[in-house]
């Protein structure tokens, strides 16, 4: 997977750069990166107009809310049974006004990735963005990609489309290292450092993550996300996952691919360079710097974020990885050097673990021991890189379904 002529996300190559405002589509509109990315939008009318919305449907009064304030063309939801309050709440919030267009279906969000504006914000959380990912790059569109599944579990996929520099990179930790990397060239790099918050659990060992509870998992200290990143952030499949993804971005081999604990959040990660410097980018824990970085690149974006005040003390420390709680990490190298589809069992097994652990029907050290075990059933895919969209669709099902029949046993052989 390491066989691309360019990596995927150039700092040095601005896809497409436009003069003036940039339309933008935000799918993932009533989630923590859509909302942040709105915000940002509308501090800034000037550089960005945002054409059309895609959200899930389950937060209906929010998505009108932002249509009017945007004043898009198009709002989809994923969901055709939320049509009817959706249009209920435009009516409420256009107040008489010309509504805009209502799409619904799982296919809706994709539809408004290939549509006509400058950048797709790919905001949705899981693999499900894998479509729109793909939608997004076949039109030609700049790619702000916070969907980190879909380029893990469609690697190939994502690279047969890609131009260079059609990616630009939203999580902290690779929109930092896409900063850091506009340093020097990609010769020049000797590794590139990962950074990780460490999560609620920094510190303990394995045994005392025994009887941790969801309540617990969900307490990140210093961001504030969704549920399944949030738990993903606890076992540190999170890390695991970025790993994957700088590798595809950039095209560094996994032994050159660290990551280290830094519980503070405010180093997003760092490249080391062959003459022994190493870059690092670091900004108060705010994913709006990275949105502004995503929608704004190659230009940045005054007072995206907070900065630093220089002028009070702080401490910064960092910390090895505690590979025997946290086996997470290992373990994503392992299905990303295998590549094909299992990159895609690893994360479909284990969105299926986390709702168990959510809904207290697992462990927490369940949710690696389980997703653990899929893999290795997995084995090593034979399809390599001929990967299709249905190669994924048939894996990510398999895995789903035995990480539950798994999750049970583990459930029941806990409560004999």
């Known amino acids: ?110 539809e408004l990735a290939a549509s006509d504006c400058h950048t797709v914000l790919n905001g949705i959380t899981g693999s499900i963005g894998l479509a729109p990912t793909l939608a997004a790059l076949e039109a030609g569109r700049t790619l702000a990609l916070a969907n980190k599944e879909s380029l893990i579990v469609g690697g190939p996929l994502v690279k047969a489309l890609a131009k260079p520099g059609q990616i630009i990179p939203v999580d902290s930790e690779h929109a930092a290292l896409f900063q850091a990397l506009a340093a020097g060239t ?16 920094r510190g303990r060992t394995r045994a005392e993550l025994a009887d941790v509870t969801p309540e617990d998992a969900l307490a990140h200290p210093t961001w504030a996300m969704g549920p399944v990143i949030t738990i993903n952030s606890a076992t540190l499949v999170n890390k695991g996952l970025e790993v994957i993804e700088a590798h595809l971005l950039y095209d560094i081999p996994f032994d050159r691919i660290e990551v280290v604990v830094h519980p503070q959040s405010y180093v997003h990660s760092m490249v080391e360079f062959t003459d022994g410097s190493t870059l690092a980018q670091a900004t108060p824990p705010d994913m709006r710097g990275p949105i502004a970085i995503g929608v704004g690149w190659p230009q940045r974006v005054p007072d995206a974020a907070p900065a630093f005040d220089w002028t009070k003390a702080s401490s910064w420390e960092f910390f090895p990885l505690d590979t025997d709680a946290f086996p997470s990490v290992g373990l994503a190298r392992h299905v990303g050097e295998l590549g094909g589809t299992a990159p895609a069992v690893f994360n479909a097994a284990n969105e299926e673990c986390v709702d168990a652990f959510l809904a207290g029907r697992l462990p927490f050290n369940g949710i690696m021991d389980t997703v653990t075990e899929v893999v290795t059933e997995h084995g090593t895919p034979a399809e390599g890189t001929s990967l299709t969209v249905s190669d994924v669709l048939e894996a990510e099902t398999w895995a789903r379904a035995r990480a539950r029949e798994l999750a049970v046993k583990a459930t029941a052989k806990a409560r004999a």
């Open 1 to 110: 997977m390491s066989d691309s002529p360019a990596p995927l996300a150039d700092p040095h190559i601005a896809f497409d750069p436009a003069e003036g405002r940039r339309d933008i589509v935000v799918l993932g509109a009533t989630g923590s990166i859509g909302t942040q990315a709105i915000d940002l939008v509308l501090r800034n009318p000037d550089r960005f107009r945002v054409t059309a919305l895609a959200a899930s449907g389950g937060r209906v009064a929010l998505l009108a809310e932002q249509a009017r304030r945007l004043r898009v063309r198009t709002v989809a939801v994923a969901r055709p049974d939320a049509v009817p309050a959706l249009r209920e709440a435009l009516t409420e919030q256009y107040g008489g006004e010309p509504l805009p267009e209502i799409i619904a279906g799982p296919d809706a969000a994709t």
């Open 186 to 201: 990609r010769a020049d790099v000797r590794k590139l450092v990962v950074t990780a918050s460490g999560g609620p659990f």
